[in-house]
Protein backbone atom coordinates (compact mmCIF):
# COMPACT_ATOMS: atom_id res chain seq x y z
CA UNK A 1 0.00 0.00 0.00
CA UNK A 2 2.73 2.48 0.70
CA UNK A 3 4.63 1.80 -2.46
CA UNK A 4 1.24 2.49 -4.56
CA UNK A 5 0.92 5.43 -2.59
CA UNK A 6 4.63 6.31 -3.17
CA UNK A 7 4.29 5.57 -6.82
CA UNK A 8 6.75 3.31 -6.93
CA UNK A 9 4.43 0.03 -7.84
CA UNK A 10 1.31 0.81 -10.05
CA UNK A 11 -1.69 -0.57 -9.30
CA UNK A 12 -2.48 -4.16 -10.86
CA UNK A 13 -5.47 -6.76 -10.59
CA UNK A 14 -3.31 -8.40 -8.24
CA UNK A 15 -3.22 -5.87 -5.89
CA UNK A 16 -6.44 -4.81 -6.09
CA UNK A 17 -7.77 -8.47 -4.86
CA UNK A 18 -6.01 -8.37 -2.41
CA UNK A 19 -7.50 -5.55 -0.86
CA UNK A 20 -10.80 -6.48 -1.76
CA UNK A 21 -9.95 -9.96 0.23
CA UNK A 22 -9.21 -8.29 3.46
CA UNK A 23 -12.10 -7.86 5.73
CA UNK A 24 -11.88 -4.83 6.66
CA UNK A 25 -12.53 -6.23 10.45
CA UNK A 26 -9.78 -3.82 11.67
CA UNK A 27 -8.77 -6.87 14.11
CA UNK A 28 -5.16 -5.89 13.26
CA UNK A 29 -5.40 -2.53 14.85
CA UNK A 30 -6.67 -4.04 17.80
CA UNK A 31 -3.22 -6.04 17.72
CA UNK A 32 -0.83 -3.69 16.86
CA UNK A 33 1.49 -2.57 19.59
CA UNK A 34 2.46 0.53 17.57
CA UNK A 35 -1.68 1.58 16.92
CA UNK A 36 -1.57 1.97 13.14
CA UNK A 37 -4.68 3.41 11.67
CA UNK A 38 -4.70 0.31 9.19
CA UNK A 39 -8.07 1.30 8.46
CA UNK A 40 -8.02 4.47 6.86
CA UNK A 41 -4.63 2.65 4.89
CA UNK A 42 -7.20 0.51 3.49
CA UNK A 43 -9.61 2.81 2.83
CA UNK A 44 -6.91 5.25 0.95
CA UNK A 45 -5.78 2.55 -1.03
CA UNK A 46 -9.53 0.72 -2.14
CA UNK A 47 -10.05 4.63 -3.24
CA UNK A 48 -6.51 4.15 -5.23
CA UNK A 49 -7.81 0.95 -6.76
CA UNK A 50 -11.12 2.31 -7.97
CA UNK A 51 -9.64 6.20 -9.20
CA UNK A 52 -7.78 3.35 -11.50
CA UNK A 53 -10.58 2.04 -12.79
CA UNK A 54 -8.89 -1.60 -13.01
CA UNK A 55 -11.30 -3.54 -11.87
CA UNK A 56 -14.51 -1.62 -13.57
CA UNK A 57 -16.88 -4.09 -15.52
CA UNK A 58 -20.05 -3.10 -16.67
CA UNK A 59 -21.62 -5.02 -13.76
CA UNK A 60 -19.94 -4.07 -11.06
CA UNK A 61 -20.58 -0.05 -12.37
CA UNK A 62 -24.31 -0.77 -12.23
CA UNK A 63 -24.42 -1.97 -8.78
CA UNK A 64 -22.35 0.50 -7.76
CA UNK A 65 -23.95 3.63 -9.23
CA UNK A 66 -27.50 2.14 -7.91
CA UNK A 67 -26.11 1.36 -4.80
CA UNK A 68 -23.63 4.06 -3.55
CA UNK A 69 -24.17 6.83 -6.19
CA UNK A 70 -28.09 7.15 -6.21
CA UNK A 71 -29.96 5.34 -2.91
CA UNK A 72 -27.18 5.93 -0.47
CA UNK A 73 -26.93 9.70 -0.86
CA UNK A 74 -30.60 10.21 -1.02
CA UNK A 75 -32.88 9.27 1.84
CA UNK A 76 -36.09 9.85 0.33
CA UNK A 77 -34.60 7.56 -2.86
CA UNK A 78 -33.57 4.84 -0.15
CA UNK A 79 -36.69 5.06 1.19
CA UNK A 80 -38.98 4.88 -1.99
CA UNK A 81 -36.72 1.98 -2.69
CA UNK A 82 -37.10 0.23 0.62
CA UNK A 83 -41.39 0.64 -0.28
CA UNK A 84 -41.23 -0.82 -3.79
CA UNK A 85 -39.47 -3.50 -2.27
CA UNK A 86 -41.91 -4.19 0.53
CA UNK A 87 -43.95 -4.59 -2.05
CA UNK A 88 -42.09 -6.84 -3.73
CA UNK A 89 -42.07 -8.97 -0.84
CA UNK A 90 -45.72 -8.28 0.20
CA UNK A 91 -47.57 -8.87 -2.27
CA UNK A 92 -46.75 -12.11 -3.89
CA UNK A 93 -44.42 -11.09 -6.68
CA UNK A 94 -41.38 -12.25 -4.49
CA UNK A 95 -42.74 -16.03 -4.22
CA UNK A 96 -44.16 -15.61 -8.01
CA UNK A 97 -40.59 -14.81 -9.53
CA UNK A 98 -38.81 -17.50 -7.58
CA UNK A 99 -40.97 -19.74 -8.87
CA UNK A 100 -40.61 -18.59 -12.15
CA UNK A 101 -36.69 -19.05 -12.53
CA UNK A 102 -36.45 -14.99 -12.57
CA UNK A 103 -34.06 -14.43 -9.74
CA UNK A 104 -31.59 -16.33 -11.82
CA UNK A 105 -31.22 -13.10 -13.71
CA UNK A 106 -29.62 -11.71 -11.32
CA UNK A 107 -25.76 -11.12 -11.01
CA UNK A 108 -24.16 -14.74 -9.40
CA UNK A 109 -23.85 -13.30 -6.12
CA UNK A 110 -26.74 -11.26 -5.13
CA UNK A 111 -28.83 -14.22 -6.71
CA UNK A 112 -27.05 -16.43 -4.25
CA UNK A 113 -28.41 -14.24 -1.48
CA UNK A 114 -31.70 -13.61 -2.96
CA UNK A 115 -33.56 -16.36 -0.63
CA UNK A 116 -32.24 -14.45 2.36
CA UNK A 117 -32.93 -10.77 1.21
CA UNK A 118 -34.25 -9.20 4.44
CA UNK A 119 -37.81 -8.22 5.31
CA UNK A 120 -38.36 -4.79 4.71
CA UNK A 121 -40.06 -2.93 8.05
CA UNK A 122 -43.18 -1.54 7.47
CA UNK A 123 -42.56 1.89 8.80
CA UNK A 124 -39.70 3.46 9.30
CA UNK A 125 -37.90 5.27 11.70
CA UNK A 126 -39.33 8.79 10.85
CA UNK A 127 -42.72 7.19 11.11
CA UNK A 128 -41.76 5.57 14.73
CA UNK A 129 -40.06 8.52 16.26
CA UNK A 130 -40.49 12.01 16.90
CA UNK A 131 -38.20 14.62 15.88
CA UNK A 132 -38.27 16.13 19.36
CA UNK A 133 -39.10 13.87 22.60
CA UNK A 134 -38.37 14.18 25.86
CA UNK A 135 -38.61 12.72 29.30
CA UNK A 136 -40.31 15.16 32.12
CA UNK A 137 -36.92 16.23 33.64
CA UNK A 138 -34.37 15.75 31.10
CA UNK A 139 -30.47 15.48 32.29
CA UNK A 140 -29.05 14.92 28.63
CA UNK A 141 -29.55 16.27 25.16
CA UNK A 142 -28.54 13.91 22.91
CA UNK A 143 -29.45 13.56 18.94
CA UNK A 144 -30.04 9.77 17.95
CA UNK A 145 -28.46 8.83 14.23
CA UNK A 146 -31.24 5.94 12.22
CA UNK A 147 -28.61 4.72 9.80
CA UNK A 148 -29.38 3.42 6.56
CA UNK A 149 -30.24 -0.19 6.65
CA UNK A 150 -31.05 0.19 10.26
CA UNK A 151 -33.50 2.45 9.21
CA UNK A 152 -35.17 0.27 6.78
CA UNK A 153 -35.04 -3.28 8.21
CA UNK A 154 -34.21 -2.73 12.07
CA UNK A 155 -36.13 0.68 12.82
CA UNK A 156 -37.83 -1.17 15.55
CA UNK A 157 -33.97 -1.05 16.98
CA UNK A 158 -34.18 2.67 16.60
CA UNK A 159 -37.41 3.09 18.35
CA UNK A 160 -36.11 0.68 21.06
CA UNK A 161 -33.22 3.26 21.65
CA UNK A 162 -35.09 6.07 21.78
CA UNK A 163 -36.96 4.52 24.36
CA UNK A 164 -34.07 3.21 26.30
CA UNK A 165 -32.52 6.98 26.10
CA UNK A 166 -36.11 8.64 27.67
CA UNK A 167 -35.90 6.17 30.49
CA UNK A 168 -32.37 7.31 31.27
CA UNK A 169 -33.40 11.15 31.33
CA UNK A 170 -32.15 11.74 27.77
CA UNK A 171 -33.97 14.40 25.62
CA UNK A 172 -34.20 12.58 22.27
CA UNK A 173 -33.44 14.95 18.07
CA UNK A 174 -33.80 12.21 15.66
CA UNK A 175 -34.31 14.67 12.48
CA UNK A 176 -36.51 12.70 10.06
CA UNK A 177 -34.85 12.63 6.74
CA UNK A 178 -31.05 11.77 7.93
CA UNK A 179 -28.63 10.73 4.69
CA UNK A 180 -25.96 7.83 5.11
CA UNK A 181 -22.73 8.82 7.20
CA UNK A 182 -20.52 7.76 4.34
CA UNK A 183 -19.47 4.29 5.93
CA UNK A 184 -19.81 2.49 2.42
CA UNK A 185 -18.60 4.91 0.77
CA UNK A 186 -15.48 4.77 2.68
CA UNK A 187 -14.98 1.42 3.10
CA UNK A 188 -15.46 0.48 -1.06
CA UNK A 189 -13.00 3.74 -1.99
CA UNK A 190 -15.73 6.76 -2.66
CA UNK A 191 -13.60 9.11 -0.81
CA UNK A 192 -15.18 12.01 -2.35
CA UNK A 193 -18.57 10.83 -1.85
CA UNK A 194 -17.86 10.04 2.15
CA UNK A 195 -16.93 13.61 2.61
CA UNK A 196 -20.48 14.65 0.68
CA UNK A 197 -22.81 12.85 2.98
CA UNK A 198 -20.32 13.74 6.30
CA UNK A 199 -21.18 17.50 5.51
CA UNK A 200 -24.61 16.63 5.02
CA UNK A 201 -24.91 15.22 8.00
CA UNK A 202 -22.96 17.85 10.10
CA UNK A 203 -25.49 20.21 8.50
CA UNK A 204 -28.42 18.45 9.72
CA UNK A 205 -27.33 17.59 13.48
CA UNK A 206 -25.75 21.45 14.95
CA UNK A 207 -23.01 19.50 17.29
CA UNK A 208 -22.84 21.94 20.27
CA UNK A 209 -26.39 21.67 20.85
CA UNK A 210 -26.20 18.07 22.39
CA UNK A 211 -23.82 16.11 25.22
CA UNK A 212 -24.04 13.04 22.41
CA UNK A 213 -24.43 11.81 19.44
CA UNK A 214 -25.99 8.47 19.71
CA UNK A 215 -25.06 5.07 17.70
CA UNK A 216 -26.31 2.24 17.83
CA UNK A 217 -24.77 0.89 14.53
CA UNK A 218 -21.20 -0.92 14.84
CA UNK A 219 -20.15 -0.10 11.14
CA UNK A 220 -21.53 3.76 11.40
CA UNK A 221 -19.97 4.53 14.50
CA UNK A 222 -16.45 3.26 13.76
CA UNK A 223 -16.65 5.26 10.39
CA UNK A 224 -18.48 8.90 12.65
CA UNK A 225 -15.58 9.03 14.91
CA UNK A 226 -13.11 9.92 12.20
CA UNK A 227 -14.62 12.81 10.40
CA UNK A 228 -12.21 15.16 11.74
CA UNK A 229 -9.64 12.96 9.49
CA UNK A 230 -12.33 12.71 6.64
CA UNK A 231 -12.33 16.72 6.61
CA UNK A 232 -9.05 17.27 7.08
CA UNK A 233 -9.33 19.48 4.11
CA UNK A 234 -12.50 21.05 4.67
CA UNK A 235 -11.94 24.40 6.51
CA UNK A 236 -15.59 25.08 7.22
CA UNK A 237 -16.23 22.05 8.92
CA UNK A 238 -12.60 20.66 10.42
CA UNK A 239 -13.37 22.80 13.67
CA UNK A 240 -16.57 21.02 14.13
CA UNK A 241 -15.31 17.97 13.07
CA UNK A 242 -13.24 17.66 15.96
CA UNK A 243 -16.27 18.31 18.34
CA UNK A 244 -18.35 16.24 16.26
CA UNK A 245 -15.94 13.41 16.75
CA UNK A 246 -15.59 13.75 20.71
CA UNK A 247 -19.52 13.68 21.21
CA UNK A 248 -20.23 10.30 18.88
CA UNK A 249 -21.63 7.63 21.22
CA UNK A 250 -22.31 4.00 20.81
CA UNK A 251 -25.49 3.74 22.74
CA UNK A 252 -23.90 1.11 25.13
CA UNK A 253 -21.08 2.96 26.15
CA UNK A 254 -23.39 6.62 26.31
CA UNK A 255 -25.64 4.20 28.73
CA UNK A 256 -23.18 2.78 30.92
CA UNK A 257 -20.69 6.41 31.36
CA UNK A 258 -24.15 8.42 32.56
CA UNK A 259 -25.35 5.35 34.92
CA UNK A 260 -27.61 3.09 32.94
CA UNK A 261 -31.11 2.15 35.14
CA UNK A 262 -31.84 -1.07 36.12
CA UNK A 263 -35.22 -2.02 35.27
CA UNK A 264 -36.93 -3.53 37.85
CA UNK A 265 -38.69 -6.47 35.70
CA UNK A 266 -37.11 -8.93 33.53
CA UNK A 267 -37.85 -8.56 29.67
CA UNK A 268 -40.05 -12.06 29.59
CA UNK A 269 -42.14 -14.09 31.47
CA UNK A 270 -39.31 -16.48 32.08
CA UNK A 271 -35.39 -15.82 32.61
CA UNK A 272 -33.68 -16.20 29.46
CA UNK A 273 -29.91 -17.05 28.23
CA UNK A 274 -27.90 -14.40 26.11
CA UNK A 275 -24.85 -14.88 23.93
CA UNK A 276 -22.88 -11.45 22.94
CA UNK A 277 -21.21 -11.41 19.37
CA UNK A 278 -18.53 -8.19 18.88
CA UNK A 279 -19.63 -6.39 15.81
CA UNK A 280 -15.65 -5.79 14.47
CA UNK A 281 -15.78 -2.15 13.95
CA UNK A 282 -17.58 -1.88 17.56
CA UNK A 283 -14.79 -3.56 19.39
CA UNK A 284 -11.79 -2.63 17.09
CA UNK A 285 -12.96 0.09 15.74
CA UNK A 286 -14.90 1.77 19.24
CA UNK A 287 -13.05 -0.39 21.20
CA UNK A 288 -16.39 -1.09 22.77
CA UNK A 289 -16.78 -4.86 23.93
CA UNK A 290 -17.23 -4.56 27.84
CA UNK A 291 -20.20 -2.21 27.68
CA UNK A 292 -22.50 -3.97 25.94
CA UNK A 293 -21.94 -7.40 28.37
CA UNK A 294 -22.08 -4.81 31.24
CA UNK A 295 -25.59 -3.74 29.87
CA UNK A 296 -26.87 -7.46 29.49
CA UNK A 297 -25.81 -8.02 33.13
CA UNK A 298 -27.85 -5.29 34.24
CA UNK A 299 -31.18 -6.79 32.75
CA UNK A 300 -32.97 -8.88 35.30
CA UNK A 301 -33.67 -12.24 34.46
CA UNK A 302 -30.99 -12.79 31.60
CA UNK A 303 -27.98 -14.97 31.99
CA UNK A 304 -24.75 -13.82 29.88
CA UNK A 305 -22.97 -16.66 28.19
CA UNK A 306 -19.71 -16.00 26.78
CA UNK A 307 -19.44 -17.18 23.12
CA UNK A 308 -15.71 -17.97 22.17
CA UNK A 309 -14.42 -16.19 19.83
CA UNK A 310 -16.82 -13.28 20.14
CA UNK A 311 -14.44 -10.54 18.15
CA UNK A 312 -13.95 -13.28 15.21
CA UNK A 313 -15.80 -11.72 11.85
CA UNK A 314 -19.45 -13.14 10.98
CA UNK A 315 -18.33 -12.48 7.36
CA UNK A 316 -20.93 -9.81 6.56
CA UNK A 317 -18.27 -6.98 6.44
CA UNK A 318 -20.18 -4.39 4.62
CA UNK A 319 -20.63 -6.07 1.40
CA UNK A 320 -17.97 -8.65 1.97
CA UNK A 321 -20.67 -11.36 1.57
CA UNK A 322 -21.17 -10.34 -2.03
CA UNK A 323 -17.81 -9.79 -3.30
CA UNK A 324 -15.97 -12.43 -0.98
CA UNK A 325 -19.00 -15.09 -0.99
CA UNK A 326 -17.05 -18.12 -0.36
CA UNK A 327 -14.99 -16.67 2.62
CA UNK A 328 -17.35 -15.30 3.92
CA UNK A 329 -19.61 -18.74 4.53
CA UNK A 330 -16.62 -20.25 5.71
CA UNK A 331 -16.70 -17.04 8.96
CA UNK A 332 -20.33 -16.87 8.91
CA UNK A 333 -19.88 -20.89 9.65
CA UNK A 334 -17.39 -20.70 12.32
CA UNK A 335 -19.43 -18.49 13.76
CA UNK A 336 -22.63 -20.03 13.82
CA UNK A 337 -20.81 -23.35 15.27
CA UNK A 338 -20.15 -21.73 18.38
CA UNK A 339 -22.72 -19.79 18.75
CA UNK A 340 -25.34 -23.00 19.06
CA UNK A 341 -22.57 -24.52 21.24
CA UNK A 342 -23.53 -22.08 23.89
CA UNK A 343 -27.16 -23.53 24.04
CA UNK A 344 -28.30 -19.72 24.37
CA UNK A 345 -31.88 -18.70 23.78
CA UNK A 346 -30.35 -15.49 22.03
CA UNK A 347 -27.37 -13.95 19.90
CA UNK A 348 -27.50 -10.05 20.95
CA UNK A 349 -25.12 -7.93 18.47
CA UNK A 350 -24.97 -3.89 17.63
CA UNK A 351 -24.52 -3.95 14.00
CA UNK A 352 -27.59 -4.42 11.58
CA UNK A 353 -24.95 -6.26 8.80
CA UNK A 354 -23.97 -8.43 11.51
CA UNK A 355 -27.74 -9.17 12.55
CA UNK A 356 -28.86 -10.14 9.24
CA UNK A 357 -25.49 -12.34 8.44
CA UNK A 358 -25.73 -14.42 11.51
CA UNK A 359 -29.83 -14.39 11.48
CA UNK A 360 -29.75 -15.97 8.08
CA UNK A 361 -26.71 -18.68 9.14
CA UNK A 362 -28.90 -19.40 12.25
CA UNK A 363 -32.00 -20.03 10.25
CA UNK A 364 -29.98 -22.02 7.46
CA UNK A 365 -28.66 -23.86 10.03
CA UNK A 366 -32.48 -25.19 11.59
CA UNK A 367 -31.48 -23.34 14.76
CA UNK A 368 -33.96 -21.47 16.94
CA UNK A 369 -32.04 -19.15 18.59
CA UNK A 370 -33.21 -15.57 17.71
CA UNK A 371 -30.92 -12.38 16.90
CA UNK A 372 -31.51 -9.45 19.04
CA UNK A 373 -29.75 -6.01 20.35
CA UNK A 374 -28.77 -5.21 23.99
CA UNK A 375 -31.31 -2.27 23.42
CA UNK A 376 -34.20 -4.48 22.81
CA UNK A 377 -34.03 -6.31 25.73
CA UNK A 378 -33.62 -3.36 27.65
CA UNK A 379 -36.30 -1.69 26.37
CA UNK A 380 -38.70 -4.44 26.74
CA UNK A 381 -37.74 -4.54 30.67
CA UNK A 382 -38.90 -1.05 30.63
CA UNK A 383 -42.01 -1.16 29.43
CA UNK A 384 -43.02 -4.01 31.46
CA UNK A 385 -42.22 -2.19 34.31
CA UNK A 386 -45.61 -0.62 36.33
CA UNK A 387 -46.73 2.56 35.58
CA UNK A 388 -47.31 5.16 37.77
CA UNK A 389 -50.58 6.17 38.95
CA UNK A 390 -51.77 9.57 38.41
CA UNK A 391 -53.60 11.51 41.01
CA UNK A 392 -56.12 12.87 39.64
CA UNK A 393 -58.32 15.83 41.40
Same mark, same amino acid.
Given at each position: ???????????????????????????????????????????????????????????????????????????????????????????????????????????????????????????????????????????????? %???????????????????????????????????????????????????????????????????????? !??????????????? !????????? !????????????????????????????????????????????????????????????????????????????????????????????????????????????????????????? %??????????????????? !?????????????
Amino acid at each position: MRSVADGELAVTKDFAAEMSYCLGCLACQTACPAGVEYGQLLETARAEVESSGICASHERSFWRTLTLRILFLNPQMLRVAGRLLRFYQQSGLEKLSRQLGLTRLLPANLGRLEPQSPQIAPNFSHELIRPEESPREPRYHVAL %LTGCVQDLVFSHINRDTADVLLANGCSVHTPSEQPCCGSLHAHNGENDLAVLVAKRLMDLIPVHRFDAIITN !AGGCGSHLRHYSALL !ANEPDYIER !ARVWDSKIKDIHEWLLQIGVRKPSTAPFESPVTVTYHDSCHLVHGQKVSKQPRDLLKNIPGVELLELPEASWCCGSAGIYNITQPEQSAELLARKVKHIEKTGAHFLAQSNPGCHLQIARG %LKEAGSTIRVTQPVELLAL !AYRREPQPVENKK
